[in-house]
Structure formats: C-alpha cells, structure tokens
C-alpha cells in the first residue's frame, strides 16, 4: 500500500517568506507527527496529531511555527517569516495506535533558506 | 541529561567484524522500544523493536535492560550495507505517554572492506 508521502521534496525559500509543507498519512492512521532533521543531527520532535485530541505542540521552536491536521488525513506544517536557521529536512511519520506504535516516515521535505 | 542518549559514534568497523551500541534513557516508566536505521539522506525505517526478553532478527539482537534503563543493539558479522545511523526509540515521554517516541540522536556505524 501507499506509504506517507511528503511534498514538496525540496523547497528553496528567501529569508523572511512563508512556506508551507505538506504530509499525507498511511490511511487509517490515527497518529501524526512532525520532526526536524538539521544536518548531521538526531530528530528533533515538533508537533504530534493523535485522531481528535489537541495536538501535542510543546516542540514547535516558536511561534512562526504552526501546524494543522484535518480529520486524520492531510497535515501541513507551516513557517511563517523564515530564517536561516529554519533550514533542515522536515519529517513527517503516522502510526495505528497501540502498543506497537512504529512510525512510518515519509521521505522529507529539505527547506533551504538563503 | 538528555531522554534518551546514544554515543554518535561514528564506529569504524571491518567487514565481518561484531559491533554494539548501547542507548540509555531517563524515564524508568517507557513501555516500547526500538530500534531505528537512517542511511544517509534517507528517512528512518525501523529495524525491529526491543522486548524485555531480549529478541534477535539474523544478524541482529536487541537487549532490554529496565532495571539500569539501557538497551542495547548487537550486530555479527558486519556487511557494508549496515553501514548507516541507527537511532535507539523509546516511548512514554512526554504527557502523552501512550504513542509518543523520543528518538536518541543515533549512532553512525562505518563498515569498511
């Protein structure tokens, strides 16, 4: 079946613009999540969507950082006023809840921003 | 003291050759674990999870250790296709405990001929 898939797969923005990126889940994944892959570093936890519940956002780094899930399907994640800094591959994973709680990783959307 | 803490490494190793990675982690109340591969510019994909028994796949065997929070990843026989970052994952670490996984910052295994 169709895995998660990301888009765009590259994004090259100026400093100071918007951008948004887009994950689309495993269907029937209840659970959504966004991290943050600098170069050569671990994975850092943004935001979390588990079905109807209030997201987990105690990872966004600021507050030109936001997401929204519609329903369990779509998310985007959005970065107002980018910076420099802000450049990174961003992941997005779903899983099933329950005890196994694998995550499934789309491939990424690498933002540079000049 | 970070949640869950991996050596990066990188572990240069020669084909053949048997390699461990050990992983501790911070809240004695984590249910799941796992072990996750990342190869370079590639998402991570999981490798298998971690139970307290201890569980071995082929050439790789995972330890649970509760009482001294560790985990560890052992593998025989190196390929140069291991050769890639394996992140240690461990679940329940943040308010929402049930499906939440903390990923270490991994460590990167170099297999040579």
């Known amino acids: 079946g169709a895995g998660v898939s990301q888009s765009p797969s590259n994004k090259v923005t100026e400093k100071g613009k918007d951008v948004e990126l887009r994950c689309d889940p495993i269907?029937?994944?209840?659970?959504l999540y966004w991290y943050r892959q600098r170069l050569g570093q671990g994975l850092e936890f943004l935001i979390y969507?588990?079905?109807?519940?209030?997201?987990?956002k105690s990872g966004l780094p600021s507050d030109r950082f936001s997401a929204e899930r519609t329903g369990e399907s779509v998310s985007t994640l959005t970065i107002q006023r980018t910076q420099q800094e802000d450049s990174a591959v961003y992941l997005c994973?779903?899983?099933?809840?329950?005890?196994?709680?694998?995550?499934?990783f789309g491939p990424g959307t690498r933002l540079t921003v000049l | 003291r970070k949640e869950v803490e991996q050596d990066p490494g990188p572990f240069n190793v020669p084909e053949g050759a048997t390699v461990a990675f050990n992983c501790t982690y911070s809240?004695?109340?984590?249910?799941?674990f796992f072990w996750y591969r990342q190869d370079c510019r590639k998402e991570p994909k999981l490798l298998m999870s971690?139970?307290?028994s201890g569980n071995e796949d082929g050439r790789f065997t995972a330890q649970l250790n509760r009482a001294s929070q560790y985990i560890s990843l052992l593998i025989r026989d190196s390929k140069l296709s291991d050769s890639a970052t394996y992140l240690c994952?461990?679940?329940?670490?943040?308010?929402?405990?049930?499906?939440?996984?903390?990923f270490g910052g991994g460590t990167r295994l170099m297999v040579k001929p």
């Open positions: 809240n004695s109340a984590s249910q799941s």
């Open positions: 269907s029937g994944h209840t659970a």
């Open positions: 994973a779903s899983s099933n809840r329950g005890l196994a709680n694998e995550q499934f």
């Open positions: 994952v461990v679940n329940g670490l943040n308010n929402n405990a049930g499906n939440m996984l903390t």
């Open positions: 971690v139970y307290s």
């Open positions: 969507f588990q079905g109807n519940s209030a997201p987990d």
